[in-house]
C-alpha cells in the first residue's frame, strides 16, 4: 500500500489488511511456511515528522534445527516507527548509529510504501532457532533417525573435534 503523507491532515490516516508474501521471498532458510498477515495501523503527523503504529499478525512454520521437523507458531508483534525526511546533504565517510536510530525511517520523497516495512518486520520476527519442543531429541548421528519417535541401537561417541588429532596420535601411541 502506498500512502501519499503529503496529503495527511490533522486526523490519522488509519488502515487494516491482510497481505501475504511467499516464505521465499524473506530470505530466511528456516522460514518453512509463512501465512496471511493481517496488519492494522495508523500514521499520524507530529512536529518532526510522522509516526507510524501498528500490529501484524500471522503464523509461521519453522523448521526445527534438531531434528528438522516442522515447528508452527503464531506471531503477535507491534511496530513504531518514526518518520523522517531524509536529509538533501550527502553523507560523506562512516555514520555511527545511535540507539534512537533503530526506530526512525528516514524517507526521501512523500510516498511512503508500506510493503517494505511490514517485510522486514516479519524478518525481524523469525527466530534464528525455534526448537519443535523444548526437549527435541534431534536425529541420531549414526543412522539419521528422528530419535523424538524412535529409538536407535547406535553407540555414540562424542568426541570434541578440535582434539580428534590428539586422540589420534594416543591412539597410535598406545598400539
Same mark, same amino acid.
Given at each position: 500500500?502506498?500512502?501519499?503523507?503529503?496529503?495527511? /491532515?490533522?486526523?490519522? +490516516?488509519? #488502515?487494516?489488511?491482510?497481505?501475504? +508474501?511467499?516464505?521465499?521471498?524473506?530470505?530466511?532458510?528456516?522460514?518453512?511456511?509463512?501465512?496471511?498477515?493481517?496488519?492494522?495501523?495508523?500514521?499520524?503527523?507530529?512536529?518532526? /515528522? +510522522?509516526?507510524?503504529?501498528?500490529?501484524?499478525?500471522?503464523?509461521?512454520?519453522?523448521?526445527?534445527?534438531?531434528?528438522?521437523?516442522?515447528?508452527?507458531?503464531?506471531?503477535?508483534?507491534?511496530?513504531?516507527?518514526?518518520?523522517?525526511?531524509?536529509?538533501?546533504?550527502?553523507?560523506?565517510?562512516?555514520?555511527?548509529?545511535?540507539?534512537?536510530?533503530? /526506530?526512525?525511517?528516514?524517507?526521501? /520523497?512523500?510516498?511512503?510504501?508500506?510493503?517494505?516495512?511490514?517485510?522486514?518486520?516479519?524478518?525481524?520476527?523469525?527466530?534464528?532457532?525455534?526448537?519443535?519442543?523444548?526437549?527435541?531429541?534431534?536425529?541420531?548421528?549414526?543412522?539419521?533417525?528422528?530419535?523424538?519417535?524412535?529409538?536407535?541401537?547406535?553407540?555414540?561417541?562424542?568426541?570434541?573435534?578440535? #582434539?580428534?588429532?590428539?586422540?589420534?596420535?594416543?591412539?597410535?601411541?598406545?598400539?
Amino acid at each position: 500500500m502506498r500512502i501519499r503523507l503529503d496529503q495527511l /491532515g490533522d486526523e490519522p +490516516f488509519r #488502515w487494516q489488511e491482510t497481505r501475504s +508474501f511467499p516464505a521465499g521471498s524473506l530470505e530466511r532458510a528456516q522460514l518453512l511456511e509463512l501465512g496471511n498477515i493481517s496488519w492494522e495501523g495508523e500514521v499520524a503527523r507530529t512536529t518532526s /515528522g +510522522f509516526v507510524l503504529t501498528g500490529l501484524i499478525r500471522y503464523s509461521q512454520a519453522l523448521e526445527c534445527p534438531r531434528c528438522l521437523g516442522r515447528s508452527a507458531s503464531e506471531v503477535e508483534a507491534p511496530i513504531e516507527l518514526l518518520i523522517q525526511p531524509k536529509s538533501k546533504e550527502p553523507v560523506v565517510g562512516e555514520l555511527e548509529l545511535e540507539e534512537e536510530d533503530l /526506530g526512525v525511517l528516514y524517507l526521501e /520523497g512523500e510516498d511512503l510504501e508500506t510493503d517494505p516495512i511490514l517485510m522486514e518486520q516479519i524478518q525481524l520476527n523469525v527466530p534464528m532457532r525455534q526448537l519443535c519442543r523444548e526437549d527435541c531429541a534431534g536425529l541420531c548421528p549414526q543412522c539419521g533417525i528422528d530419535r523424538n519417535v524412535d529409538s536407535c541401537d547406535c553407540e555414540e561417541e562424542i568426541v570434541d573435534p578440535r #582434539w580428534a588429532s590428539l586422540a589420534r596420535l594416543r591412539d597410535r601411541l598406545e598400539n
